[in-house]
Structures are given as C-alpha cells and as structure tokens.
C-alpha cells in the first residue's frame, strides 16, 4: 500500500476488524475491493483513508494486549479537568475486550468514551454495537466518529447509519480527509440524513497542511498534540503543561474544547488515545449530544486574505533577495514576465514605470504589471479607466486583447485545469489552481502592492 492509501500492487491485501481490502482492476484503475465478513458485501474505493487502521496478515496476526480487571485507579484527571478515551476496534482482540475496557472506565475515574463507527463509504466498525451498548450499560457517556474522506458524501452518511451511528456523531479529520470546504460538504450530507456533527477531531497538523479555513462552525474542536511520554494519562497530561497546554492554543479562529494529548495512555492496561475536556461530567455528557454544524460564512475580504495567506511560497513575492535578483535580471534583460513576477516587480520597485501590456507581443505579459494586469483582468482600461467591452473576469476569453498566464506550477498547488484565454498572439493557458479562485487570486496579489483594487465593470 502507498503511503497515501492507495492500492500499490495488484492482489495486495490489507485488514480492518470485520473486512478484507484487496487490490483489483476495476476499469482500467487500480482500487480496493473492501468485502465485508458478515455478508461478503462489496464496496470500492481509490484509498483506504485511516492508513494505520489497516493491517498486514502479519500485524493482524500479531495479538494486543486485552484490558486487566480492576486495575489501579491511576489513570483518572486531577482536579477539574475530564478525561475520556478514544479507541476503535484496532484496540480489541474481542468483544469482550470492549466490554471488559468500558467496565474499567468508570473505576478508573474516567469520564466517557469515543469510539469509531465508520469510515468513507466502504467501512463499518464491528465492535461499535458492543461498545455503545456496554457504555449504556455501564451509565457512561459514548460519542460515536465518522472518519471522513473524499468519497461520495450521501454515501459515508449512509454508511455511517448502516453502522448503527448515533443521531450526533463526531468527525474524525485527518490524513485523506480532504480540505475544510470537504469537512464541511460531507457535514451538510450529514445533516440532510437527520445526523448532527457536533465534535470534530481537526488536528492542527492536517489544519495547516490542507491550507487552515474558518473552523467556527465546524462543531467543538478536538486538537492534537503529543508532546511525549507514556503512563498514565493524568501524568501525561500534568507533563505536558496540563490545562496550559500547547493543546488548548486557539487556531482557525477558535480554542479547541477538548485536546486529544497523546496516543499513550494506559488505561485498563492497555494503551490508548485519550482527550481532556474541561467542565463537568454534565458538560461532557452534553457535548456528546452534538449540534449542527453549517458553512461558514465569509465576507468577500476574508476570503481574499485567505487566499493572500496561501501565497508566500513565492519567493519573490516574499521579498527573498535570491528571488529579487533573478527577477531584476529578467527586466534587465527584456524577458517577458508573469503576473507573480510582475506584481513582486511593482512591491519591491523594480518596475516603477507603468507601461501597458503589448498587443501583438510573442508573450501576452511582455511589459505587464500589476496595475496593467489587473486592470485587464477587471475589465478596465489601463488608460483610461473605462470598461472594456466584456464585464467580468470570467468573460475574459471574449477579450481580444493582453491576457495573462500564471507560472508554470504554482507552490503547493495542484493544477486543476486549464482555461484557454485568447489574445492578439494566440491562446494561452490560464493555469487555475486547486483550492484558489484566480480572480480572487489576482485581487489578494495585487492588495499586497498596496494599491486600491480596480472593480470588475458592471
């Protein structure tokens, strides 16, 4: 298996309780054919999205260690903060492991219990029936989690009730689990099925790397960060600051309501993943309860500056001096710029003089800065400031006149696709790039020349 998920080799196997992944062809692509035991029932899919879920013949075969009965009452919080664990059933050997681990909770001091019940559309936790039912059981609050990937999203909420899913669920956002705008899709496919999201696990790590977003409406956050150490979790948890802790540092523009604080808790004799939540057990017991969560909205300038945010991979842009040197010796020379290139070039004065676009130039940018281009882009005349004769950015390929181009890749992007824009010398590619709309793009550049945006004509 890659290290994505994705199959590796044709025929390769991998395990998770109660199903067998197996690489086959299916047409033309390379895909996990996941056969559930019970009902040999088959779903497929391009990535086994909790990698470390799914094991080897050989890890599987390898026995944990099962929960000890009445264990030492060492494990529970000191003073006002709760503690709860978080497992699936990559923590049993069997059933009754589950149970016997959920009847040492409540000894041990511990305050509830997550657990997980589903992932994508193509996996079903056997031992989440044995687990929710023990916790009732048992009197002790349980929250069952969706892990979410980038699968059909009508399909992972069907799967997550095919599981036995209480009516408010937690996410579980992690590797494979694609951006937040992909958070929050499958959280409204959530609740179009009667499931609330309440809890979401957005571990700040996955945050930063798919490019952060508005977390305010994404339910009460769970954050993760192991600073290290095994034992019990209170001591853990003293000796990672405790309850100022580098875990309870806001991001996304909210403070995390619980911090999952490491991933070596002993309880019951086993190690586990566990949370600290502070408030009271009535508190944690409501939390459970979940509550909707919905789209944030954004004004148009908090959209800007997101976007502003993703763009100092360029150096030029950030003022390197390597950058600025290779970018004056590209004046210097006469070489045509791009727009990254010509918008760095007005910041850093190396273009301070203004001169229009060329019609008919062997390159659309000959000449182009920032003001020339985002003019073009907005439908005004650099010289005039009146509109020319198409209205919106995205009319731009109506436009017989100076277009422009993005560099060849864009850092940490992906191209998604290519728009064909004509000029006076022909098509040229306008490179779109995943997660970022080209005309706010456009915008966030040319704000961080500190200059008044031109409105697109109307």
Not at 6 to 35: H, I, M, N, S
Not at 121 to 141: G, H, I, K, M, T
Not at 241 to 257: H, L, N, R
Request: charged content about 15%.
């Amino acid at each position: 298996m890659k290290p994505n998920g994705a199959p590796d080799l044709v025929g390769e196997t991998r395990y998770q309780a109660g199903a067998t992944a197996t690489a086959v062809v299916v047409d033309g692509r390379l895909q996990w054919e996941v056969r559930r035991h019970g009902d040999d029932h088959v779903r497929y899919t391009d990535r086994l999205a909790h990698i470390s879920h799914w094991s080897t013949e050989r890890e599987l075969s390898a026995l944990r260690r099962s929960p000890v009965a009445d264990f030492p009452r060492l494990g529970g919080p000191a003073g006002g903060t709760l503690f709860y664990p978080d497992c699936s059933n990559n923590n049993w050997n069997s059933e009754q492991d589950a149970v016997d681990f959920v009847n040492q909770l409540i000894p041990q001091g511990f305050s509830g219990m997550c657990h997980k019940v589903s992932e994508g559309d193509y996996y079903e936790d056997p031992f989440w029936p044995v687990v929710l039912q023990a916790c009732r059981d048992a009197n002790l609050p349980v929250l069952g989690y969706h892990y979410v990937t980038t699968n059909n999203l009508g399909a992972q909420a069907q799967t997550y009730l095919a599981a036995g899913g209480l009516p408010n669920a937690m996410f579980d956002w992690e590797a494979n689990g694609g951006d937040l705008a992909n958070y929050y899709a499958v959280a409204s496919a959530f609740n179009a099925a009667g499931i609330t999201v309440g809890v979401g696990y957005c571990p700040r790590w996955y945050f930063d790397e798919v490019g952060g977003g508005d977390l305010s409406q994404a339910g009460a956050i769970v954050s993760s960060a192991y600073p290290g150490g095994t034992g019990y979790a209170s001591q853990i948890y003293e000796a990672a600051g405790g309850d100022e802790g580098s875990g309870w540092a806001p991001y996304g523009g909210v403070t995390p309501t619980c911090w999952q604080f490491t991933d070596q808790a002993l309880v019951a004799g086993i190690t586990v993943d566990c949370n600290a939540f502070k408030g009271t057990e009535d508190q944690l017991a409501q939390l459970f309860t979940g509550g909707t969560v919905t789209q944030p909205e954004s004004t148009e300038q908090q959209e800007i500056d997101a976007i502003a945010g993703q763009l100092g991979a360029w150096p030029q842009l950030a003022g390197k001096p390597d950058a600025l040197a290779v970018l004056a010796q590209k004046i210097a020379d006469g070489d045509d710029l791009t727009l990254v290139d010509a918008v760095a070039a007005h910041i850093f004065g190396l273009l301070p003089v203004q001169t229009p676009a060329k019609l008919g130039a062997v390159s659309p940018n000959a000449g182009a800065i920032a003001q020339t281009v985002m003019c073009a882009l907005a439908g005004i005349d650099a010289q005039t400031g009146a509109p020319l004769s198409y209205r919106q950015v995205d009319q731009l390929h109506e436009y017989e006149g100076p277009g422009v181009y993005f560099p060849p890749e864009a850092p940490g992007q992906t191209t998604s696709s290519v728009l064909d824009v004509e000029t006076t010398s022909g098509k040229v590619g306008l490179r779109l790039y995943k997660g970022l709309d080209w005309f706010d793009m456009i915008v966030a550049l040319y704000q961080q020349a500190g200059e008044p945006t031109p409105k697109a004509a109307s």
